[in-house]
């Protein structure tokens, strides 16, 4: 009996400090949705699926693995704010304030982010993929050229092609990046661009003595000129060319380094 009463005990008291969290986690849901004024508010895990919060004052909340898929977020303040793990898909975060903020995880996909502050944004294992107006202050060339694969590998390839133009702007000799613009370029059939690139990235191949780029390169002109041949057989559809340099597409990050 008393080995009961002991588990008893330990039960409740970890489920007391659970049920005053949810407490408090839907106090402070309630008080975000009536003022939008929640600063330092707990709100981890709660669904604000396509919630209007327009402007609303998150400052140093916590939201980690909360769902805001395709909430309005335009000009808030999520300044300090835990958003490691939250489902920010489609999310409109247009001006909003994002300084300082833990993205780790998060899943922005599609997001809305021009105009936003990331200044020292934590975007560690975030998912970017289709972000839209991702702001020109923040990420290094080498960030924009793994946006860019990315990109690449899910068929989107302008998309692609804008975070690569966005890497060579920081850095005008990374020759990798030339590489996987002269792919996505010759999957929308800009063939001259294509071929302008691979050769761009060879020379630049060489002038750092790497002898699989340069190979590579030459191989990837090969296969350029063989496409734009009529009597190549084609298998028909996006992302064929990537299909025909498989074995090149797969070593594109490993290029960069």
Same mark, same amino acid.
């Given at each position: 009996?008393?080995?009961?009463? *002991? /588990?008893?005990?330990?039960?409740? %008291? &970890?489920? /007391? ?25 707990? *709100? +981890? ?8 919060l327009?402007?609303a ?6 939201? +980690?693995?909360?769902n805001?898929s ?6 808030? @303040?999520?300044?300090?704010?835990? $958003?490691?793990g939250?489902? $920010?898909? =489609?999310?409109?975060? &247009?001006?909003?304030?994002?300084s300082?903020?833990n ?5 922005l996909? !599609? ?6 502050? $990331? #200044?020292?944004? @934590? ?7 289709? #972000?839209?107006?991702?702001? &020109? ?22 998309n692609a ?12 000799? $990374? ?19 294509? &071929? ?6 060879n020379e *630049? ?19 350029? #000129? ?5 009597t190549?057989?084609?298998? =028909?559809? %996006?992302? !064929?060319?990537?299909s025909?340099?498989?074995? *090149? ?9």
């Open positions: 009996m008393k080995l009961r009463i *002991l /588990a008893a005990a330990t039960l409740l %008291s &970890t489920i /007391a400090p659970m049920s005053a969290a949810s407490a408090e986690n839907i106090q402070h849901t309630q008080q975000l949705l009536a003022t939008r004024q929640c600063s330092n508010c707990e *709100l +981890s895990g709660v669904g604000l699926v396509l919630a209007n327009t402007g004052n998150l400052k140093g909340a916590n939201l +980690s693995g909360a805001l395709r909430a309005n977020l335009s000009g808030a @303040d999520l300044s300090g704010a835990n $958003l490691s939250t489902s $920010l898909f =489609g999310v409109n975060l &247009t001006g909003a304030n994002l300082g903020a993205l780790n995880g998060a899943d996909r !599609n997001a809305y982010l021009s105009d936003a502050n $990331l #200044v020292n944004a @934590d975007l560690t294992n975030a998912q970017l993929l289709g #972000v839209r107006g991702m702001p &020109t202050n923040i990420g290094t060339a080498e960030d924009f050229y793994r946006l860019g694969v990315i990109e690449a590998q899910a068929g989107n390839y302008r092609i804008d975070y690569y133009d966005r890497a060579l702007n920081q850095k005008p000799d $990374l020759a990798a990046v030339y590489f996987a613009r002269s792919m996505s370029r010759a999957d929308l059939g800009d063939f001259a661009g294509a &071929t302008q690139d691979a050769g761009r990235a *630049l191949f060489a002038t750092q003595g790497n002898a699989q780029g340069q190979q590579l390169s030459k191989q990837l002109t090969e296969a350029i #000129v063989a496409r734009q041949k009529p190549e057989p084609r298998t =028909g559809g %996006s992302g !064929n060319f990537m025909v340099l498989g074995s *090149l597409s797969s070593v594109l990050l490993k290029l960069l380094f």
